[in-house]
């Protein structure tokens, strides 16, 4: 777990120092966006990683206090905040990952489509920056529509020259967290121990929860898959109506990104055995992006996990075809919009 993996690497840290030894490993992580409502508890998770030596925070507004705020947890990372356009050349310089939660949320009776037009501007022109900055970072996008600025970041990379999709992510990571916790809660099982696959990509029917690949083996009645699948589609639906207009999930949201943050550290790090979901830039299907399970290593991707796609039951392989046309629609939304600018 995200606690346990913190308690285990601190345990070590303390055990190294005393010795002398510098055995845990320093990385700089980036925030943009650290000031809304993903990007605050986010930071304070980051906050509390020992394998972070600086947490570069930066928004158009209100940084300067969730900085210094943060800055007296003694934690071993140097916070340090950035303000406005003209900062954040210097907020990404040394980056070794950037994560991106800047945006706007959903409101009630929104898609996550009808974020596009001010995100997409948001997206270019921050990953903009990441390209004449730290453009070896790994790139975790959250801003929605995930299914589109992904596709946006990776157009404006390659038109600066410097695109490596291995190190460019879509974060996913809180659909395979709900996904593992409503099964666990509908079947009755230690939720430390299980682990559902999601593929596809982040909105509505392209989220496509893999339960016949579920871990520990556990079968589910036709009814079951069907419910389950629609609650864990419907998830950021079901916290942007509880929310009525004051946002949609950032609490969940944050601790599945620093979830993904650890999991590309530990990569970073040299851990061999790191696995996690995520819209990337994929050969598994016809689809130029997709989210699947992925081993991820120092440089990134390392493999995509073809095996999760063989064997699907009918339902899987009957939902994968039907997402696909609305998935190319909003990747190929992504891309024309870069290239459209003038
Ligand atoms: P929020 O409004 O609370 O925070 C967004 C922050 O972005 C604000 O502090 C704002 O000042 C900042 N911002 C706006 N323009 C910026 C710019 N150009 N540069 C830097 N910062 C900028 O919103 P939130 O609840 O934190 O959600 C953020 C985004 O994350 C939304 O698009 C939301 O849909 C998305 N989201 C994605 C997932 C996922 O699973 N991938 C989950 C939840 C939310
Ligand atoms: C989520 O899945 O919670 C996010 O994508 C936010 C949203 O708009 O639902």
């Known amino acids: ?54 947490l570069n925070l930066y928004d158009i507004a209100n940084v300067k ?21 003209s900062e954040l050349g210097d907020c990404l310089k040394g980056a070794n990952v950037v994560v991106i939660p800047a945006g706007v949320p959903r409101k009630p009776g929104m898609t996550r489509d009808d974020l596009f037009n001010i995100n997409a501007n948001i997206v270019m022109s921050l990953v903009e920056a990441v390209a004449d900055n730290c453009p070896d970072a790994f790139i975790h996008i959250i801003s929605n529509p995930v299914n589109s600025t992904v596709p946006i970041a990776a157009e404006v990379l ?39 696959p999601v593929i ?12 016949s690949k579920t871990k520990p083996t556990v079968s589910f009645t036709d009814e079951e898959v069907e419910q389950l699948t629609v609650r864990i589609q419907n998830a950021g639906t079901e916290v942007v109506e509880a929310k009525a207009g004051a946002g949609s999930a950032t609490l969940s ?4 990104a620093a979830r993904f943050v650890e999991s590309s550290l530990r990569a970073l790090d040299g851990d061999g055995d790191v696995y996690e ?24 991707v390392e493999a995509l996990i073809p095996s999760d796609l063989i064997g699907l039951s009918e339902y899987e392989g009957k939902m994968l075809e039907a997402l696909k046309p609305e998935l190319k629609a909003s990747i190929e939304k992504g891309i024309a919009f870069v290239q459209k600018q003038p």
Do not use: E, W
Request: proline fraction near 4%; charged fraction near 15%; aromatic fraction near 8%.
């Open 1 to 54: 777990t995200l606690r346990g993996s913190f308690a285990l690497k601190a345990r070590k840290a303390n055990r190294a120092s005393r010795y002398g030894l510098q055995l845990v490993a320093s990385y700089k992580v980036a925030i943009l966006g650290a000031a809304g409502g993903i990007g605050q508890p986010l930071a304070i998770l980051i906050k509390m990683s020992p394998l972070v030596s600086a």
């Open 65 to 85: 206090g969730v900085a210094a705020d943060l800055s007296h947890c003694n934690t071993p990372s140097q916070v340090l905040d950035f303000t406005g356009a």
């Open 158 to 196: 390659k038109q600066k020259g410097v695109y490596n999709p291995k190190k460019l992510f879509g974060v996913t990571t809180l659909d395979v967290v709900r996904a593992n916790t409503f099964v666990a809660q509908k079947k009755n099982l230690k939720l430390i121990d299980v682990d559902v």
């Open 200 to 211: 596809g990509g982040h909105a509505g029917i392209t989220i496509l929860p893999l339960l």
């Open 253 to 256: 949201m944050a601790y599945a």
């Open 277 to 300: 979901c995520s819209f990337v830039q994929s050969d598994l299907t016809d689809l130029p992006f997709f989210a699947s399970r992925i081993k991820l290593g120092r440089n990134g």
